[in-house]
């Protein structure tokens, strides 16, 4: 089956400072990835949609400047947490769509600032 | 508006069986996944449902009925691995967003 490659896959970092997770689509070519947040015990929120060569739709409440993410080819999604904070701690994971039987997820990264 | 119900926590004994069921209100409907997860994990595919009635995959089932807005998960035969929250989503339309349910966690006692 198809494959998303998602890295790191734990990061801690301090208050302030930006992190980066990529998402790499290893068997196959994804014209869209979805970034979704996840808090403990919590369904995943979707944040946004890449699209390759476009701008990403996010959804509402989600900050554009704090989040951002780059679709720079057909086979890599990056999203940065820009100045992050505490409260941005949570797990962050991306999919390609459903191509009709399953989404691919990647690993997800558990990010934590202190 | 969207939205899909299912049930915050449900407990069960191993080896037994327990339905976790999904009830959806969506603008558009190309079909119902089951997701497992556990903590700290990504989530695993278990079914995928597009026509009404029961999709068997071993120790796992699911239901559909379109007209009722309604799915269920079976899981048969129930073993301590099976604890984890199970994870019910829609996808609305041409766009293959998902739309989620906050999951059921489900916990498997001896």
């Known amino acids: 089956g198809a494959v998303v490659s998602q890295h790191p896959s734990w990061v801690i970092c301090k208050s302030g400072t930006s992190v980066k997770i990529e998402c790499r689509s290893l068997?196959?070519?994804?014209?869209?990835m979805f970034w979704y947040r996840q808090f403990p015990k919590q369904s995943l929120m979707l944040m946004a949609t890449?699209?390759?060569?476009?701008?990403?739709?996010?959804e509402q409440g989600v900050e554009k400047d704090k989040f951002l993410i780059n679709h720079a080819s057909l086979t890599l999604s990056t999203l940065t947490v820009t100045s992050a904070h505490p409260e941005d701690s949570s797990f962050y994971i991306c999919?390609?769509?459903?191509?009709?039987?399953?989404?691919?997820f990647g690993q997800g990264t558990r990010l934590t600032v202190v | 508006g969207q939205n899909i119900d299912q049930p915050t926590e449900m407990t069960a004994t191993e080896g037994a069986i327990v339905q976790i069921n999904c009830t959806y209100q969506?603008?558009?409907?190309?079909?119902l996944f089951w997701y497992q997860q556990h903590a700290g994990e990504a989530p695993t595919f278990l079914s995928y449902?597009?026509l009404d009635g029961l999709e068997e995959k071993g120790r796992f089932s699911s239901f559909l009925s379109r007209s009722k807005g309604y799915s269920y998960l079976l899981l048969k035969e129930l073993q301590m691995k099976d604890s984890a929250s199970y994870l019910c989503?829609?996808?609305?339309?041409?766009?293959?967003?998902?739309?989620w349910g906050l999951g059921t966690s489900l916990a498997v006692n001896p």
């Open positions: 890449s699209n390759e060569g476009s701008k990403a739709t996010y």
């Open positions: 449902n597009v």
């Open positions: 969506t603008s558009g409907f190309n079909g």
């Open positions: 999919s390609a769509p459903p191509t009709g039987f399953e989404a691919f």
């Open positions: 989503a829609v996808s609305d339309g041409n766009n293959r967003k998902l739309i």
């Open positions: 068997d196959f070519q994804a014209t869209t």
